[in-house]
């Protein structure tokens, strides 16, 4: 498959017919949508020129109506959905945590496998021990494994560095793994992860230093524009995290949080700095539910996580039936998330929580995006990125009723075919 980083297309190419095609346009950004909500066009075609979709329309009368354009005509049955988004996973890492999966099924506790060289320190401590060479090449490998599912693109965390050096050759890897992979990587800086074990001062000092010394070279390099924490007991209080978090939004980056995934908090933090996303929302009550749904910040389900964990759901019904924007994310990670696979997880998380082939649809394109600050994708319209996918049948249900077990057949990035399971 391709490796190559796509930015233009000149040639101005015609692409169908699709049996069905889903713009995802019309759709609000909050709140619940019904699958009646959706427009479908049938026999449709798309035509995209210099990566942007220049129309859209019946295949036939684009065809007759279409002066010098290459004519890229589909056998059989394909249904046609917006690229897929991923905002929230943390594929840059070292090492494996499948002991930590094993004991934690046998019944051990988080506590327990940390005491046994476990958790979240076991991937700082193999993240370190990686070259950034060896980073940047794991993170092509899994992210071009997203994009063949369908993933065109993928948000990546810094956050099992845990020092400014250690951050910098992770958000460097992302970078470098940027340029090599055909999918889109929005890097986000989580030096805020945990305090590390090696680091003998007190919480605020080791977010004052990130923020003074790294956040500055986060702008001066353009690394992340993105900055995340964990609020959570075992990471950083609300209280902890909020200089540190005025530090970033004073210098004009995003914000982000991890957020009430075992305790209530962040979600109120994220509130209050007018956060893109709070991610998790597990253990979120209907306090923390009706505040994020007056927001503007973006509620994101990571199912990978509940899976993983063998914990409950975000509440997804709830938060939408509540008006709330729900975005859905893998939360890719080699520790409580390692499935990665965003489609089925997606559609198991609509089993559970009863949404709509719309409300999953949605949360994993334009609302996904939303959570990135990306208004140009997610959606099937004119003037934007000519991200989409294609799946072998004719009935865009399938795709949800096989829970992730009908993959994408072609992707198309920026209007170029960067994967195709034919060839």
Same mark, same amino acid.
């Given at each position: 498959?391709?490796?190559?980083?796509?930015?233009?297309?000149?040639?101005? @190419?015609?692409?169908? #017919?699709?049996?069905?095609?889903?713009?995802?346009? *019309?759709?609000?950004?909050?709140?619940?949508?019904?699958?009646?909500?959706?427009?479908?066009?049938?026999?449709?075609?798309?035509?995209?020129?210099?990566?942007?979709?220049?129309?859209?329309?019946?295949?036939?009368?684009?065809?007759?109506?279409?002066?010098?354009?290459?004519?890229?005509? +589909?056998?059989?049955?394909?249904?046609?959905?917006?690229?897929?988004?991923?905002?929230?996973?943390?594929?840059?890492?070292?090492?494996?945590?499948?002991?930590?999966?094993?004991? *934690?099924?046998?019944?051990?506790?988080?506590?327990?496998?940390?005491?046994?060289?476990?958790?979240?320190? &076991?991937?700082?401590?193999?993240?370190?021990?990686?070259?950034?060479?060896?980073?940047?090449?794991?993170?092509?490998?899994?992210?071009?494994?997203?994009?063949?599912?369908?993933?065109?693109?993928?948000?990546?965390?810094?956050?099992?560095?845990?020092?400014?050096?250690?951050?910098?050759?992770?958000?460097?890897?992302?970078?470098?793994?940027?340029?090599?992979?055909?999918?889109?990587?929005?890097?986000?800086?989580?030096?805020?992860?945990?305090?590390?074990?090696?680091?003998?001062?007190?919480?605020?000092?080791? +977010?004052?230093?990130?923020?003074?010394?790294?956040?500055?070279?986060?702008?001066?390099?353009?690394?992340?524009? *993105?900055?995340?924490?964990?609020?959570?007991?075992?990471?950083?209080?609300?209280?902890?995290?909020? #200089?540190?978090?005025?530090? =970033?939004?004073?210098?004009?980056?995003?914000?982000?949080?991890?957020?009430?995934?075992?305790?209530?908090?962040?979600?109120?933090?994220?509130?209050?700095?007018?956060?893109?996303?709070?991610?998790?929302?597990?253990?979120?009550?209907?306090?923390?539910?009706?505040?994020?749904?007056?927001?503007?910040?973006?509620?994101?389900?990571?199912?990978? =996580?509940?899976?993983?964990?063998?914990?409950?759901?975000?509440?997804?019904?709830?938060?939408?039936?509540?008006?709330?924007?729900?975005?859905?994310?893998?939360?890719?990670?080699?520790?409580?998330?390692?499935?990665?696979?965003? +489609?089925?997880?997606?559609?198991?998380?609509?089993?559970?929580?009863?949404?709509?082939?719309?409300?999953?649809? =949605?949360?994993?394109?334009?609302?996904?995006?939303?959570?990135?600050?990306?208004?140009?994708?997610? *959606?099937?319209?004119?003037?934007?990125?000519?991200?989409?996918?294609?799946?072998? @049948?004719?009935?865009?249900? &399938?795709?949800?009723?096989?829970?992730?077990?009908?993959?994408?057949?072609?992707?198309?990035?920026?209007?170029?075919?960067?994967?195709?399971?034919?060839?």
């Amino acid at each position: 498959m391709k490796t190559i980083k796509i930015f233009m297309m000149n040639t101005t @190419t015609l692409i169908g #017919p699709f049996r069905q095609l889903l713009t995802m346009t *019309r759709l609000p950004l909050k709140g619940a949508v019904s699958d009646d909500d959706l427009q479908v066009i049938t026999e449709a075609g798309i035509i995209v020129s210099n990566g942007k979709i220049e129309a859209i329309g019946k295949f036939i009368d684009l065809k007759a109506s279409a002066d010098n354009v290459v004519i890229h005509e +589909l056998k059989g049955d394909h249904v046609c959905l917006p690229g897929f988004v991923d905002s929230h996973t943390h594929i840059c890492f070292g090492g494996s945590r499948a002991n930590d999966y094993a004991m *934690r099924n046998a019944g051990k506790s988080y506590l327990e496998i940390a005491k046994a060289g476990g958790g979240i320190w &076991d991937t700082v401590t193999q993240t370190r021990k990686a070259s950034q060479e060896a980073l940047e090449k794991h993170t092509v490998k899994l992210a071009n494994r997203h994009l063949k599912n369908g993933v065109t693109t993928i948000e990546v965390k810094s956050g099992y560095g845990l020092s400014v050096a250690e951050e910098l050759k992770m958000l460097n890897a992302i970078k470098g793994a940027n340029e090599k992979v055909a999918a889109d990587l929005i890097s986000t800086c989580l030096a805020a992860h945990m305090l590390p074990k090696d680091y003998t001062g007190t919480h605020a000092a080791y +977010l004052t230093e990130i923020a003074t010394v790294l956040f500055p070279i986060l702008k001066e390099e353009q690394l992340s524009h *993105r900055i995340d924490a964990f609020v959570e007991e075992s990471a950083f209080s609300a209280a902890q995290i909020t #200089p540190y978090f005025q530090k =970033a939004k004073d210098m004009g980056f995003d914000i982000t949080v991890h957020a009430d995934q075992f305790s209530t908090s962040g979600s109120q933090v994220a509130v209050n700095f007018n956060a893109i996303s709070a991610d998790h929302l597990e253990a979120s009550t209907e306090q923390e539910i009706a505040l994020l749904a007056k927001s503007d910040v973006v509620a994101t389900a990571l199912p990978g =996580a509940s899976l993983g964990l063998g914990c409950g759901f975000t509440p997804a019904r709830k938060l939408l039936d509540a008006g709330g924007a729900l975005a859905i994310a893998s939360d890719h990670n080699p520790g409580s998330a390692p499935m990665g696979d965003l +489609l089925t997880q997606a559609a198991i998380l609509g089993t559970f929580e009863k949404l709509s082939n719309a409300e999953v649809l =949605a949360g994993i394109t334009f609302r996904a995006a939303a959570a990135l600050k990306l208004e140009d994708r997610g *959606r099937i319209d004119v003037g934007l990125s000519a991200d989409f996918i294609g799946f072998h @049948t004719n009935n865009y249900q &399938d795709i949800l009723y096989y829970q992730g077990n009908l993959k994408p057949c072609m992707v198309w990035k920026n209007g170029r075919l960067v994967f195709d399971k034919h060839h």
